[in-house]
């Protein structure tokens, strides 16, 4: 019998060197507390609100993803074949957090397993993260993302130990007022600074439209035909 596949989402035409493993934070502990706290990024979470609204269909692959990450070790068997080419660009955590250091563990099998790609994620589990700092693999960088909206400038600009850079969200009221170099264009396929750059500092606006589709989020778009059938 085969493993449950792993649902990979890609960009399509030109930008196809970028790709996403995504999962859901609507089931997640410490993604639904951090976005009940006022003036956390998670409060404004895009994903959230996306999987909530127009992009529910996503929301079993998302769950589905969750639950093959958090359980027992991943093999071949959980990719469907092909599922990346040499010299791609991967997000891990397009949407979504790390949930526990089981789940931190499978994303560093994923680019062992892979040693052709560049592996990117996203994450603000430093209390997961920081204990395994050791088991990164090489092709595998990591972006930390700070939790508040409009950070100070010593939390903005500190890159933890083991992480290739930082990334920030401002409020545009903020951003004016304090002269913030606002630097995410929110088009990673275009940019992809923070899939090949070192010692970065990101600095991103809020938001201010549901559903600006042209952006960092929702440029990835779900594969259904690598979605397993159960
Ligand atoms: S648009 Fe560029 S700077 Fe912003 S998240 Fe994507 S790669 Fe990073």
């Not at 397009?94 to 089981?102: C, D, F, P, S």
């Not at 930390?144 to 920030?168: C, H, K, Q, R, W």
């Amino acid at each position: 019998m085969s493993s449950t596949k792993l649902t990979i989402s890609t960009l399509s035409g030109k930008l196809l060197h970028v790709s996403a493993i995504s999962t859901n934070p609507l089931i997640n502990d410490y993604c639904n507390k951090m976005a009940a706290l006022d003036g956390t990024t998670c409060s404004i979470c895009y994903a959230r609100r996306y999987l909530s609204t127009f992009r529910k269909n996503a929301v079993p692959a998302y769950t589905r993803n969750t639950k093959i990450l958090l359980t027992g070790k991943l093999t071949e068997d959980n990719f469907k074949k092909n599922s990346f080419f040499v010299g791609q660009h991967v997000r891990f955590l397009a949407y979504g957090e790390l949930v526990n250091a089981t789940m931190f563990k499978n994303f560093c099998k994923i680019a062992e397993m892979h040693p052709y790609i560049t592996a990117t994620m996203w994450t603000k589990r430093l209390d997961i993260v920081e204990p395994l700092i050791q088991e990164v693999p090489e092709n595998m960088r990591l972006i930390y993302s700070t939790l508040m909206i409009d950070p100070p400038e010593d939390v903005a600009t500190t890159i933890p130990e083991g992480f290739t850079g930082v990334f920030n969200v401002y409020s545009n009221e903020y951003a004016v007022k304090h002269g913030v170099d606002i630097n995410c264009s929110g088009s990673c396929a275009t940019c992809l600074k923070c899939y090949t750059q070192d010692n970065i500092v990101v600095r991103e606006l809020i938001k201010q439209k549901l559903g600006n589709e042209n952006r960092r989020y929702t440029d990835v778009k779900t594969r259904q035909d690598v979605m397993p059938l159960e």
